[in-house]
């Protein structure tokens, strides 16, 4: 499915920070999302654009989206039949492209806006700037399955990074192009890739912590057989993609 431009076309001029959010079934978190998220990134006095990829929602996102991009040029909503949390983001990612760095957080909106002042202001030394969480609220399965995780990355291409797959990251764009060209389309956890592509290349990078927002809806991710499956899909994934680098 094609982009859905609404009534704001693309700006004329690439941005210099583009922010993908991959949205699926969040319509009670939207407005917080954007409410809060906006103003941070009008602080960097750059131009910005922020990318929503609707991964085929079945409750009220896209529809709220919609009118939110009628009422704001910064936000570019894309929809498309639902693929996956990984493939939303990639496709997110290859629509960002054009910026000089991208910007990745989730649309659950679990996690504090406060790290990515830090972030931007250490851009210029780095490639790829991550905000570790510093707790998880994931049950104890899913806790296991990120600290296998990391093994693996660690493992296969060295270590330099314990949150690989956190979804609170920025990164230089000119630094990922090879590497989406590697990523299958249907992969599980992209961000777990694009971990290993930065530590194997000794790109720069920088971490700091990032800390659970209080005020939100709490959303302990739980195991699940859906899960299950997309960890061990992932874990071939990461040893496919360091056999081809």
Known sequence: MKAN???????AAPPVLAVVIPV????????????DWRPIFEKTGQPFRIILVDDGSRDQSLTIL??????DPALYVHSQPNAGHGPAILKGYSMALDAEWIFQVDSDHQLETTAFAELWANRDRYDLLVAERKEKNASRPRQCISWISKKIVHLLVGTGV????????LMRAEK????????????????????AWF???KYRIFTTVTAIRRTGIPRPSKMNLYFLSGSLRSAFQTIFFRIRL
């Not at 431009?5 to 700006?11: A, D, F, L, T």
């Not at 919609?66 to 009422?71: I, R």
Request: proline share 11%.
């Open 199 to 201: 530590i194997h290349k």
């Open 162 to 169: 314990k949150d690989v797959n956190s979804p609170y990251r």
């Open 176 to 195: 990922i192009r090879d590497a989406l060209k590697k990523i299958q389309k249907d992969s599980f956890a992209p961000n777990i890739l694009l971990t």
């Open 5 to 11: 431009p609404g009534p704001n076309p693309e700006p």
């Open 24 to 35: 699926f079934n969040e319509e009670h978190n939207i407005d917080a999302l954007i409410g």
């Open 66 to 71: 919609n009118a939110m991009q009628e009422k």
